[in-house]
T-cell receptor
Framework: NAGVTQTPKFQVLKTGQSMTLQCAQD?????MYWYRQDPGMGLRLIYY???????DKGEVPNGYNVSRLNKREFSLRLESAAPSQTSVYFC???????????FGEGSRLTVL | RKEVEQDPGPFNVPEGATVAFNCTYS??????FFWYRQDCRKEPKLLMS???SGNEDGRFTAQLNRASQYISLLIRDSKLSDSATYLC????????????FGQGTTLQVKP
């Protein structure tokens, strides 16, 4: 029973490179989220998907794109990585009734 | 102004102490409120939901004040294992609203 699986767990990029963070959940949840966490900043919402095929911007969407092609998967893409995107990224899915988030283990990204 | 604000602390308390955290939110239409716990940059986990009537789970009590737009978490008889970051989470004005986190309050319980 995997829950929420994120890959990769660690990644080092050079400025300007692109990459995609993958997230998949096996709990049949509709809503999925991508957050980033920086020291002292808590979790900030990047993008949100209420259901398959829909996405919505969060607090800090600039520099990111997302894709929700099916119910299971919600990917986050950095088209041209910048050092300011060095962070820990968490994917989560939301169990109804609203509120309980199940998180992946996080992806630690460093942009040099 | 951030949508959800918390005092980051840290709160340093001795074992057995009672400690309280507050969290304010800006969207008066917010419907649902939660406290999450996060250990050492691991993934956050749900601690408890916050209901209008208040709710208690063992040593933990959560309260909601809609008029003043804040929620609180009270921890009684603190244990060393309570040391963590406590995150306030607010959901928007519908069942499809987004879950927004506060920056977290760090608690360190000392022997």
């Amino acid at each position: 029973n995997a829950g929420v699986t994120q890959t990769p767990k660690f990644q080092v990029l050079k400025t300007g490179q692109s990459m995609t963070l993958q997230c998949a959940q096996d709990m049949n949840h509709n809503s999925m989220y991508w957050y980033r966490q920086d020291p002292g900043m808590g979790l900030r919402l990047i993008y949100y998907s209420a259901s398959e095929g829909t996405t919505d911007k969060g607090e800090v969407p600039n520099g990111y794109n997302v894709s929700r092609l099916n119910k299971r998967e919600f990917s986050l893409r950095l088209e041209s990585a910048a050092p300011s995107q060095t962070s820990v990224y968490f994917c989560a899915s939301e169990k109804p009734p609203p509120g309980e988030l199940f998180f992946g283990e996080g992806s630690r990204l460093t942009v040099l | 102004r951030k949508e959800v604000e918390q005092d980051p602390g840290p709160f340093n308390v001795p074992e057995g102490a009672t400690v309280a955290f507050n969290c304010t939110y800006s969207n008066s239409a917010s419907q649902s409120f939660f406290w999450y716990r996060q250990d050492c940059r691991k993934e956050p986990k749900l601690l408890m939901s916050v209901y209008s009537s208040g709710n208690e789970d063992g040593r933990f009590t959560a309260q909601l004040n809609r008029a003043s737009q804040y929620i609180s978490l009270l921890i009684r008889d603190s244990k060393l294992s309570d040391s963590a970051t406590y995150l306030c989470v607010v959901k928007g004005s519908s069942n499809t609203g987004k879950l927004i986190f506060g920056q977290g309050t760090t608690l360190q319980v000392k022997p």
